[in-house]
């Protein structure tokens, strides 16, 4: 549904549009450099003072769709990077018991196409952000964002420094925690779904020998009788590009969590807060290996030993959370894009990809508005009533896929089981399984 705008209140004639998007994470700096390959004025804003500063996850699922919104954003230059420092793709996706027996496993053929843009990457996070951060001549780094205001026709925004900036747009991409979506939709809650990770980084140059075959395939999913689940990802390192796809300088102060150059399998393990006996607040690495391994402890022993062979400096423990619908709001000065909007569980793999998606939607709304070929508001208001629309059933289909994990009982568990088991056995369903995965 569309809200109500205020029509003709720019004039891309008189003024060069200038935007201001707070966040710096993988919907902003893509949407900057959309921008910037415009001709549009942009600045980002971001918290962090370095690249290192925080992780959210080790590697990330780039979809077709995402891989199209960074090919549309990206200079042809740095999109090859891109590209060419991305994982070596898997060989296939193993859904099986906790003891290890597969009951359904997809050939990465029938997932792969042969589109050289939009397909499906498996990409480190560190590189992405050193793609998406490349040659971006606003960027602020050490800048948070306190508030806005509205002004004179403009929007300003603070930062705690005591400093400002006006323009005429503001872009909240600060994730999920969001500021400005605080200030701009209070009503908009993010919610604590009960449900807590545990990953960790199991480095191949050490440990490959010790490793289960199927572990190496590419992806693995694991659901126990007991409601947790495991998901296991391989991320293979490429050649460099240059500075991109190498460690940033000082990075071996944070431990491995950082590193960049050596190939790993990474693995998330959730459950219900009260199964896996987490505190929140839990980030001492000895205590999160010891939670780690008691979750496992009756399942097969190659999987008890890829949860003990992590590094421990890898550890990390978050709470899973969700946004809500909300909306439709009057369109104005303030928009929103990825999990500043639309947060979601990371059970799909699909939160960076619809960032990647409202990044490059809100750049085409945006440059129509800057050239005069559209009417800035309208343009804007067209792009939010879409995001709402696949942003939110993105969150839906995220809480589902979580809650159908976690929650499964014994009964539920074993109609799932043979369900993927009569799939495995159909290739042409196997085939339809393939192509909705990573797609939302
Ligand atoms: C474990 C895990 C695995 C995941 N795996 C996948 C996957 O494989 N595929 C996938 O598509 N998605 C995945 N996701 C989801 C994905 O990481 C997010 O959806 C995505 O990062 C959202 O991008 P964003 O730009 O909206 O926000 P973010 O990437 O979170 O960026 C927000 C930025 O804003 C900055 N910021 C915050 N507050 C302020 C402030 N006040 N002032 C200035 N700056 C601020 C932050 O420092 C950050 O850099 C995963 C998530 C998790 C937790």
Request: net charge positive; hydrophobic share 45%.
């Amino acid at each position: 549904m569309n809200a109500p705008y205020p029509t003709r209140s720019f004039d891309a004639a008189r003024s060069p549009l200038r935007i201001l998007i707070i966040g710096g994470g993988i919907g902003g700096l893509a949407l900057a450099q959309g921008l910037r390959r415009a001709g549009v004025s942009a600045a980002v804003y971001e918290r962090d003072r370095s690249l290192t500063s925080c992780l959210q996850g080790y590697r990330v699922h780039i979809s077709p769709g995402g891989s199209r919104a960074l090919h549309e954003c990206l200079p042809p230059h740095l999109f090859d990077a891109f590209d060419r420092t991305c994982g070596k793709p898997a060989r296939a996706i193993h859904f099986m018991t906790e003891q290890m027996r597969p009951f359904l496993s997809i050939d990465a053929d029938m997932v792969k196409n042969d589109d050289a843009i939009a397909r499906h990457r498996s990409v480190s996070r560190v590189t992405l952000r050193q793609v998406l951060m490349a040659e971006l001549a606003e960027l602020h780094l050490g800048k948070t964002f306190v508030r806005y205001e509205e002004r004179g026709g403009k929007v300003v925004a603070h930062f705690e420094d005591g400093t400002h900036a006006e323009g005429d747009i503001l872009v909240a991409a600060d994730g999920s925690g969001s500021r400005v979506r605080r200030q701009f939709l209070p009503e908009a809650p993010l919610i604590d779904t009960g449900v807590a990770a545990i990953g960790g980084k199991v480095f191949l140059d050490e440990h490959r020998a010790r490793l289960a075959p199927q572990l190496l395939d590419g992806m693995c999913l694991v659901s126990a009788r007991d409601g947790v689940n495991l998901f296991v990802a391989m991320q293979e390192v490429s050649e460099p590009a240059g500075a991109i796809g190498r460690n940033e300088p000082g990075s071996e102060a944070s431990g491995a969590v950082f590193e960049n150059t050596r190939g790993y399998v990474m693995w998330g393990l959730g459950a219900t807060r009260e199964r896996l006996h987490a505190d929140a607040a839990e980030h001492d690495p000895a205590k999160l290996a010891a939670i780690a391994a008691r979750a496992v402890a009756g399942w097969a022993p190659e999987l008890r030993s890829l949860i003990a062979l992590a590094d421990p400096t890898t550890l990390s423990h978050f709470a899973i959370r969700t946004s809500t619908s909300v909306g439709p709001w009057p369109t104005g000065r303030v928009t929103l894009i990825g999990d500043a909007i639309h947060a979601m569980t990371p059970y799909r793999g699909v939160g960076a990809n619809m960032a990647l998606e409202d990044a490059m939607r809100l750049k085409r709304a945006l440059v129509a508005g800057a050239r005069g070929e559209r009417d800035l508001f309208a343009a804007i208001n067209d792009y939010e009533s879409a995001m709402r629309g696949y942003g939110f059933r993105a969150v839906r289909n995220s809480l589902r896929a979580m809650r159908q994990s976690v929650d499964a009982g014994p009964v539920q568990l074993t109609l799932q089981r043979a369900m993927f088991r009569a799939i495995d056995r159909v290739p042409p369903l196997k085939r339809w399984m393939a192509s909705g995965m990573g797609r939302d």
